[in-house]
Every structure is written in C-alpha cells, then in structure tokens.
C-alpha cells in the first residue's frame, strides 16, 4: 500500500514563499509520474503541477506557471513543491499525489482521475 504524506503547509503574507514536501512509501517512487493539487474551500480540487518519471519535463496551469515549481528526488522518495510570490488566491489544501502506471517517460498527467494514490492534504494559507 502506497502512503503519501506531506508537509510544509503553513500562513504565510502574500508575496512569500514556502516549500511543501510529500514523501511516499510502498512503492518505487522512480517509476511513477507525480503531481501536485490544491482545494480551496466550495471549489473542486484543481492541478497544480506535475513531473514525469524521469523527471525531466513538468507542466503548470497558468495560474501558477512562473512561481511554482515541481521537483522529485527518488533516491529519498520525495516530491517537492517550491511556491514563490505566493497570493491570497493561492490558499487552499494542497495535496501530492502518485499516478496510474504507464510506460511513457514523457507522461505527464493533469487529470485527477489519471493519479491513483493521494497524501492528505497541508494547508497553506496566504493573507494579504
């Protein structure tokens, strides 16, 4: 069974930055794409980015493209989640997750039913 759990969460001003972690257990880390999303309160949880097995490509909504960036060390079976110029707009539930299996190296899923396994979610909050 694959266990996910992040952390990193926290309030922070608007402008700020923080780093969320998520490590995993239960399964070899190196060969799945990983991505991050977040869920802002009355809103459906929404992509944030993601990164392929290999690690060498990575996507970002526009919302977010240009002040986060997505990064993996698989020898500590650890994803990361880097977020500069944070705004109020950027607070919600922030979540990792694992995604289905699939050969491609270049794979780089956006859709949630594309993930099979999820963390439990850090806050982060921004005020302004």
């Known amino acids: 069974q694959v266990q996910l759990v992040e952390s990193g969460g926290a309030l922070v001003q608007a402008g700020g930055s923080l780093r969320l972690s998520c490590a995993a257990s239960g399964r070899t880390f190196s060969n799945y794409a990983l991505g991050w999303f977040r869920q802002a309160p009355g809103k459906e949880r929404e992509f944030v980015a993601v990164i392929t097995k290999s690690g060498g490509v990575t996507h970002y909504p526009d919302s977010v493209k240009g002040r986060f960036t997505i990064s993996r060390d698989n020898a500590k079976n650890t994803v990361y989640l880097a977020m500069n110029s944070l705004k109020p707009e950027d607070t919600a539930v922030y979540y990792c997750?694992?995604?289905?299996?699939?050969?491609?190296?270049?794979?780089?899923?956006?859709?949630?039913?594309?993930?099979?396994?999820w963390g439990q979610g850090t806050q982060v909050t921004v005020s302004s």
């Open positions: 997750a694992v995604a289905k299996a699939d050969f491609r190296y270049t794979w780089a899923p956006r859709g949630r039913s594309e993930y099979e396994y």
